[in-house]
């Protein structure tokens, strides 16, 4: 039998995800009990985290699993992601036996990888978390690539549909946001495609320049086709949010500029005010502020903003464990 990864989430059948969906909410209501009892998750983070770590965490917890959470170059060996390097430097130990070893010992390996340099050519192939899946023989969950953050991507559209109801044809705005650093779009990418999959007319707004990669924007296009939604594109952010139901603000850097963070300062410099405001949340129809946190107050989304009733960025954060929980019976063959 073969194993099933979850990459990026469009790699799942439509229903497959209504299914986890429906499950996620079936486990929030409290239906769902135990089903993961000896059974192992590997956690490995490349990168920082708060929520995917604790709630992966909680989530084999509260099914009677266990779970082991990992941080090479701290307090386990280096890791080296890649093909054919001479490893004379500071990385220690190869995914290519990593990968393999972990699988020996757990049920479903979880990895957070974020893109580490280089070009877009090169990051967009997302090389990590897929070479790590082939070198693994169980299930790898993808804890945010460079290009995807499923796991956000299903509580964002969980999210959006309990504060909504039926989230079709309402308007959800991802709006670019100014930051101080040159961040990736695996979670502006994964936003478009939860509000494209709950059938919403997507509205990407951003200054020029900063235009998704592509291929992520066919697949955010193919989505909405599928569940009759729509998506645009716009540089006039005041006016994509007139009337808006939702709107999720995030930064995310020039692609043509990736690797180069200080040219992308300098061409984002201009654009300080692309922030959420209270002005901003006037102008929506009562609309629900998402986020997938961390969040940088008055930087990406204002005070006023944060701690208002519209703010959905903690039920949000919440509705991780949720659909993780699902997950993790849905590959462990407990659901
Ligand atoms: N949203 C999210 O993935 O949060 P962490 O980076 O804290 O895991």
């Known amino acids: 039998m073969t194993k099933r990864d979850l990459i990026a989430l469009e790699e799942w059948g439509l229903g497959e995800v209504e299914d986890l969906l429906g499950l996620a909410a079936r486990v929030k209501r409290g239906e769902v009990r135990g089903g993961l009892e000896g059974k192992l998750l590997a956690a490995v983070f490349l990168d920082p985290s708060l929520r995917t770590r604790a709630s992966m965490e909680a989530a084999m917890f509260l099914h009677g699993g266990h779970a082991i959470v990992l941080e090479p170059g701290k307090g386990s060996w280096a890791w080296?992601?890649?093909?054919?390097?001479?490893?004379?430097?500071?990385?220690?130990?190869?995914?290519?036996?990593?990968?393999?070893?972990?699988?020996?010992?757990?049920?479903?390996?979880?990895?957070?990888?974020?893109?580490?340099?280089?070009?877009?050519?090169?990051?967009?192939?997302?090389?990590?978390?897929?070479?790590?899946?082939?070198?693994?023989?169980?299930?790898?969950?993808?804890?945010?690539?460079?290009?995807?953050?499923?796991?956000?991507?299903?509580?964002d559209a969980l999210t959006l549909r309990e504060r909504l109801g039926d989230p079709r044809g309402r308007r959800f705005v991802l709006s670019w946001a100014w930051h101080p650093k040159q961040l990736p779009t695996a979670v502006p990418a994964s936003a478009a495609l939860a509000a494209a999959r709950n059938g919403m007319d997507v509205v990407i707004a951003r200054p020029p320049g900063y235009d998704l990669d592509p291929d992520d924007l066919a697949a955010v296009r193919g989505l909405a086709a599928a569940t009759g939604g729509s998506v645009a594109v716009t540089d006039d952010l005041d006016d994509a949010l007139q009337g808006a139901a939702a709107v999720y603000p995030k930064s995310w850097g020039a692609l043509d500029l990736f690797g180069n963070p200080e040219a992308d300062l300098a061409r984002r410099a201009p654009h300080r005010d692309w922030r959420m405001t209270a002005a901003r949340l006037g102008a929506m129809d009562r609309g629900v502020v998402l986020h997938c946190l961390p969040v940088r107050r008055n930087v990406e989304i204002d005070d006023a903003v944060l701690d208002s009733p519209q703010s959905a960025v903690v039920d949000e954060a919440e509705n991780r464990l949720h659909v993780q929980r699902a997950l993790l019976l849905t590959l462990l063959g407990a659901a």
Not at 124 to 150: M, Q, T
């Open 80 to 155: 080296e992601t890649e093909k054919g390097v001479v490893m004379d430097g500071a990385t220690v130990e190869h995914i290519a036996e990593a990968a393999p070893v972990l699988g020996r010992y757990a049920d479903v390996i979880g990895l957070r990888s974020f893109p580490r340099g280089g070009d877009w050519a090169t990051a967009r192939r997302d090389a990590i978390i897929r070479d790590f899946a082939a070198y693994c023989g169980k299930p790898v969950v993808n804890l945010e690539s460079a290009r995807r953050h499923p796991c956000q991507e299903l509580a």
